[in-house]
């Protein structure tokens, strides 16, 4: 009976499966993407025709079998390195190794020779639409910083691999991945790869593959001066004149990158120094020109969208809580919507936050805080316009604790966008993107940290947890004026408005569960508690909406409510001195929470601790010494 012998990549139907042609080796190496499951996986393999190649073959997959499986259990590796997620030996004796990847990944240098080769498409009222890595655009400001940006990542990858005492030793075009989803920004493109040549530095003899004399001297310098190169290639810079052609900050990280600093016959690189440098010159770049006053545009959604009706609502409401007389606000117009905003962000210099635990940015105007992302147009790859997507009047305590940067320049209310894309009039004074780039999108922290956050959070989240048990899910009808002579006296007419409260128990499935894991009595037993003793009475309480107020980023709508008494035909009966009709649009429907009064003090310092924690976010040192006490 014959033994079949079929290769892994042969196992695969051919509809799903496609050679890497630009990353396969003839005779040694080929590299495929397939689809399992509806998941993208790169697949390596080395295969031998011969003795001599089989030992060779062997040698480099067993070397990066080695390295790779030591950043499996790495903190934060996938990020910013190709991680391994499988390595075998097929029935046809290849040698494999499987990488997640997505479809349209690939290495840098065939993304280059794309970018190079595709002409620039220039649209009806657009400009050129280079890439931001293209020859002709590289050096502008903003594929600067967005170069940077990404710089920092590799940065961040060769930190983890020398932290596993690994040596990339093979750092260029074809070892770093550009990443094409569509679901990151340019900032997240480039990942490090290729660890074919990679070597522990606690061992003395190399791979046979290496082919380098034995006497080869090889240390971890040699990463960081393989990325000084790497940099200079990408901005087309030789090495004798990058100090004449960067701003001062981008050519002493280039520098300390190439010469490092010498530590007896060693040369090494201070990586906070360079994390600083770096992000030093995004700040220097994000500057340049600012002896003047820069436009930004920002728009929102047409008369009869529901984003704009929102907008229009929360400036409404506040116009009659401040009694302002300028507008009718109960006839607001369109026009008055966008004059109040055109007025309300005249600033020079203006604030954003960076709200990146809500995935967003956030305007401060002289009275509102607008939330706001891209406006995308075909034409534009650029961030050429912003987009307002919510509105709202209150400042949530939080914002304190967010990252900010002030920007120069004036700001410019524009109601149709698209007639100002038509004067084709940007340039990178113009993008948001230039400044945007300046926050810092991830916080990379270690083993010990992360342990130390997540026991702050989960005690955080036992309290909080706690804390909900408390509400409970009710249905409210309002009590019309010709039921209130039923109540037998129990309700006088004394000009407030009073309303039955139904407890929903087969709603109130999230408080049952959390009542059970924290060995509480159920929900509906503890409400019945607050008015079943005379003695204990509970008659101050607060009625909270289920949904998200339109005049604040995070709060609900509250209000307070008093418990009048209980009637054979009327159930529950409490009375509030505004209709909630106010807050809640269709009364007889929605859903709406009630806890009591003085669980409010919980609920306040439940909110302190989360801008704590918020805070906490932000400080790695304050992080790393809480982690670690020793630390100095």
């Not at 190399?206 to 004399?213: A, D, L, N, R």
């Not at 709200?355 to 790859?381: A, E, M, Q, S």
């Not at 003793?533 to 289920?546: A, F, M, N, R």
């Not at 929605?590 to 400080?619: C, M, S, W």
């Amino acid at each position: 009976m014959e033994i079949t012998t079929m290769a892994f990549i042969d196992s695969i139907d051919d509809e799903f499966k496609i050679k890497i042609e630009e990353e396969s080796q003839t005779d040694l190496l080929e590299v495929w993407k397939y689809l399992d499951n509806d998941t993208v996986f790169k697949l390596k393999f080395w295969h031998a025709k011969n003795s001599l190649n089989e030992e060779l073959a062997k040698e480099i997959w067993l070397n990066e079998t080695r390295q790779l499986n030591k950043l499996k259990s790495v903190t934060n590796a996938e990020k910013y390195l190709e991680v391994i997620h499988d390595s075998f030996i097929d029935n046809s004796g290849n040698y494999c190794l499987i990488y997640p990847t997505d479809e349209e990944s690939k290495t840098l240098d065939t993304k280059l020779i794309a970018i190079e080769a595709k002409p620039a498409r220039i649209g009806l009222f657009s400009k050129s639409k280079s890439h931001w890595l293209s020859k002709d655009k590289i050096m502008s400001t903003t594929s600067r910083m967005l170069l940077w940006k990404n710089i920092l990542r590799l940065i961040e990858g060769i930190e983890i691999l020398h932290g596993q005492d690994i040596i990339h030793r093979n750092i260029n075009t074809n070892s770093v991945i550009y990443k094409e989803s569509e679901e990151i920004d340019d900032t997240e493109r480039l990942v490090l790869s290729g660890f074919e040549k990679s070597l522990d530095f606690n061992k003395i003899n190399k791979p046979i593959f290496m082919g380098e004399h034995k006497d080869v001297i090889c240390t971890t310098h040699q990463d960081w001066s393989d990325l000084g190169v790497l940099i200079l290639e990408l901005l087309g810079i030789e090495s004798d004149s990058f100090q004449e052609k960067l701003l001062r900050n981008e050519a002493l990280a280039v520098r300390l990158l190439l010469e490092g600093h010498s530590t007896g016959h060693t040369k090494l690189v201070d990586k906070t120094q360079l994390k600083l440098l770096v992000e030093q010159a995004i700040t220097d770049l994000s500057e340049v020109d600012n002896s003047f006053s820069p436009v930004f545009y920002i728009t929102t959604a047409g008369f009869d969208s529901e984003i704009f009706g929102d907008i229009r609502n929360v400036i409404k409401n506040y116009l009659i809580d401040n009694a302002v007389q300028n507008y009718d606000a109960q006839n607001l117009t369109s026009s008055d919507v966008i004059d109040i905003i055109k007025e309300d962000i005249t600033l020079d210099p203006f604030r954003i936050f960076n709200d990146r635990y809500r995935n967003g940015f956030i305007l401060k105007g002289k009275n509102f805080l607008y939330r706001f992302k891209k406006f995308k147009h075909v034409n534009f790859d650029d961030w050429y316009v912003s987009y307002i997507t919510a509105i709202y009047d209150s400042v949530p305590d939080w914002l304190n604790y967010a990252e900010t940067i002030e920007i120069k320049g004036s700001l410019i209310f524009i109601p149709n966008a698209f007639k100002l894309m038509q004067k084709n009039e940007f340039s990178d004074e113009n993008s948001w993107k230039l400044k945007l780039i300046q926050f810092k999108k991830e916080q990379k922290y270690t083993d010990s940290e992360l342990q130390c956050l997540q026991g702050l959070l989960l005690s955080f989240a036992i309290d909080v947890a706690r804390s909900e048990t408390e509400k409970y899910l009710i249905s409210l009808d309002r009590i019309e004026d010709d039921q209130l002579k039923e109540g037998k006296g129990l309700i006088l007419d004394d000009g407030l408005f009073y309303y039955t409260l139904e407890y929903k128990k087969e709603n109130n499935d999230i408080n049952n569960k959390l009542s059970d894991s924290l060995s509480l009595r159920q929900p509906f037993d503890r409400f019945k508690q607050h008015f079943s003793d005379p003695s204990k009475l509970t008659d101050k309480w607060v009625i909270e909406t289920t949904t998200k107020s339109r005049r604040s980023t995070d709060k609900k709508d509250k209000l307070d409510a008093e418990y009048v008494g209980q009637s054979p035909n009327l159930d529950y009966i409490f009375s509030t001195k505004q209709p909630l009709e106010r807050s809640i649009s269709n009364l007889s429907e929605e859903l709406v929470r009630i806890y009591p009064k003085d669980h409010d003090g919980t609920i306040a310092q439940i909110e302190r601790r989360e801008r704590i924690f918020y805070f906490l976010l932000n400080q790695s040192s304050l992080i790393s010494s809480i982690a670690d006490p020793s630390k100095k």
